[in-house]
């Protein structure tokens, strides 16, 4: 593998499930993120794993909630979504520095239906 | 929060021809980066090009950081490079702003 990959690809699931999204980048980079993109939206940065640390969560409603075990890894949980978190869900890349997040090198996306 | 905004929205192109696509910004950044993505959702790379000029094959990209834009120029498009770019800006905040993109379409 190489490069940011991302499973599932595409994932529907009901207001009431609990499923996880998974991201890996085999890139050495330090720094991982949780994009997500909507239909007529910019692109929106949930979350920032730097040196494995939170740095950012940019008001996300608790029903996401990331995980990153490794520098390599990172995870979205989800559980109680509404129909509106519908979207695609990028995770990125990149090494960053303490003064930048760097060049953000992305996944192909989970394309998520929440029912 | 920042203000980022692309022009044109749309662009639709005869295949062959030239074209430049602007990204305004409202205020100072630290990084700027230029993405295609095509129409399997993926982004894929450009530019990142805080200042200055680069350039890769038929692309290449002008970043004017005083006066708060960046440019990026297509020539002799292909169908190929039909699908929205976006430019994104990092703030002195360590957050990074997506622009709404432009959606280019390249007609053979």
């Known amino acids: 593998e190489t490069g940011v990959t991302q499973t599932p690809r595409h994932l529907v699931m009901g207001m009431t499930n609990k499923k996880s999204l998974k991201c890996e980048q085999h890139?050495?980079?330090?720094?991982m993120y949780w994009y997500k993109q909507s239909a007529k939206k910019p692109l929106e940065l949930m979350f920032v794993?730097?040196?494995?640390?939170?740095?950012e969560n940019n008001s996300v409603p608790s029903r996401f909630s990331p995980e990153c075990p490794n520098s390599s890894h990172l995870f979205l949980h989800l559980h109680t979504l509404q129909p509106e978190d519908s979207a695609l869900y990028l995770c990125?890349?990149?090494?960053?520095?303490?003064?930048?997040?760097?060049?953000?090198?992305f996944g192909p996306g989970t394309r998520l239906t929440v029912l | 929060g920042i203000q980022v905004e692309q022009s044109p929205p749309d662009l639709i192109l005869q295949e062959g021809a030239n074209s430049t696509l602007r990204c305004n910004f409202s205020?100072?950044?630290?990084?700027l980066q230029w993405f295609h993505q095509n129409p399997w959702g993926q982004l894929i790379n450009l530019f990142y090009?805080?200042?200055g000029t680069k350039q890769n094959g038929r692309l290449s990209a002008t970043t004017v950081a005083t006066e708060r834009y960046s440019l990026l120029y297509i020539s002799s498009s292909q169908t190929t490079d039909s699908g929205v770019y976006f430019c994104?800006?990092?703030?002195?905040?360590?957050?990074?702003?997506f622009g709404t993109g432009t959606r280019l379409t390249v007609i053979p």
């Open positions: 090009i805080p200042s």
């Open positions: 794993y730097n040196f494995k640390e939170q740095t």
């Open positions: 994104a800006v990092e703030t002195g905040a360590n957050n990074l702003f």
């Open positions: 890139l050495g980079h330090n720094a």
């Open positions: 205020d100072s950044v630290n990084n």
């Open positions: 990125a890349s990149s090494q960053a520095s303490l003064r930048a997040l760097g060049e953000q090198f």
